[in-house]
């Protein structure tokens, strides 16, 4: 009867620590899926420009080249110099460096891509076309 009612608990603690395993599965499942299509949804705003998606860990080297606007201007729209310390800094770093809340950084940068947007459009990208295949002589055959 010992045997039994030990079993049963054995069984009791078991089923227990599988209810909670799949919580924590079904915890990390749902916490997965949400970050992926966040990841989505920054990448669609990224790929169309939009200046919304920058983020306090970008550094200003990453965001010159996912807006196509040139670093030096970046810079001086922070009033910094550009300088091989400041190449590696993420916007955390710099809001610390000029005593500024990282927001203002990052609104002061998406003012500045703005304007310089507007100040200089880009044109359509050219869509390559394929090349005509150009016929190649037969090996051993020559055109005269």
Same mark, same amino acid.
């Given at each position: 009867?010992?045997?039994?009612?030990?079993?049963?608990?054995?069984?009791?603690?078991?089923?227990?620590?599988?209810?909670?395993?799949?919580?924590?599965?079904?915890?990390?499942?749902?916490?997965?899926?949400?970050?992926?299509?966040?990841?989505?949804?920054?990448?669609? &705003?990224?790929?169309?420009?939009?200046?919304?998606?920058?983020?306090?860990?970008?550094?200003?080297?990453?965001?010159?080249?996912?807006?196509?606007?040139?670093?030096?201007?970046?810079?001086?729209?922070?009033?910094?110099?550009?300088?091989?310390?400041?190449?590696?800094?993420?916007?955390?770093?710099?809001?610390?460096?000029?005593?500024?809340?990282?927001?203002?950084?990052?609104?002061?940068?998406?003012? &500045?891509?703005?304007?310089?947007?507007?100040?200089?459009?880009?044109?359509?990208?050219?869509?390559?076309?394929?090349? &005509?295949?150009? &016929?190649?002589?037969?090996?051993?055959?020559?055109?005269?």
């Amino acid at each position: 009867m010992v045997n039994t009612r030990s079993e049963r608990t054995r069984l009791g603690l078991l089923c227990l620590l599988l209810l909670v395993m799949l919580g924590v599965l079904v915890f990390a499942a749902v916490n997965t899926i949400q970050a992926a299509r966040m990841f989505q949804q920054q990448y669609k &705003a990224v790929k169309a420009g939009d200046v919304s998606a920058i983020h306090p860990w970008m550094t200003i080297h990453v965001i010159a080249n996912i807006y196509h606007v040139p670093e030096d201007y970046l810079y001086s729209s922070l009033t910094l110099k550009d300088s091989p310390a400041l190449h590696h800094a993420t916007l955390y770093e710099i809001a610390g460096r000029k005593r500024q809340p990282v927001n203002q950084i990052i609104h002061t940068l998406q003012q &500045a891509i703005s304007t310089y947007r507007r100040t200089h459009p880009r044109g359509p990208t050219p869509t390559p076309t394929p090349r &005509a295949r150009q &016929a190649s002589p037969a090996p051993g055959r020559v055109h005269t």
